[in-house]
């Protein structure tokens, strides 16, 4: 029995540890960089009279966004706390 709960704790461990350092990538840099490309797309693309507004509307929507992936970024920790003490419990 304590072989197959050690043997699921690091198949957790392993499908889990990706998360770890994609969900950083996602919150943080992707965000800001689609930010910074959407400035200059909206630049090429749209009527400078309308510019302003349209930068703003871009930059809400980013920001609802990037709160999202921060959300899920807080998730996917409070997650992992808690399966890594679900396992550290299991195994004693």
Not at 66 to 76: K, Y
């Amino acid at each position: 029995m304590a072989g197959g709960r050690a043997l699921r704790c690091a198949f957790a461990f392993i499908t889990g540890s990706p998360w770890c350092s994609l969900t950083p990538v996602v919150t943080f840099y992707l965000p800001a960089r689609a930010l910074e490309e959407a400035d200059r797309r909206l630049d090429e693309a749209l009527p400078l009279d309308h510019g302003r507004t349209i930068r703003k509307l871009a930059r809400e929507s980013n920001a609802a966004i990037e709160g999202t992936f921060r959300g899920q970024a807080l998730v996917c920790i409070e997650r992992a706390s808690i399966y890594a003490s679900a396992c550290q419990a299991g195994s004693e």
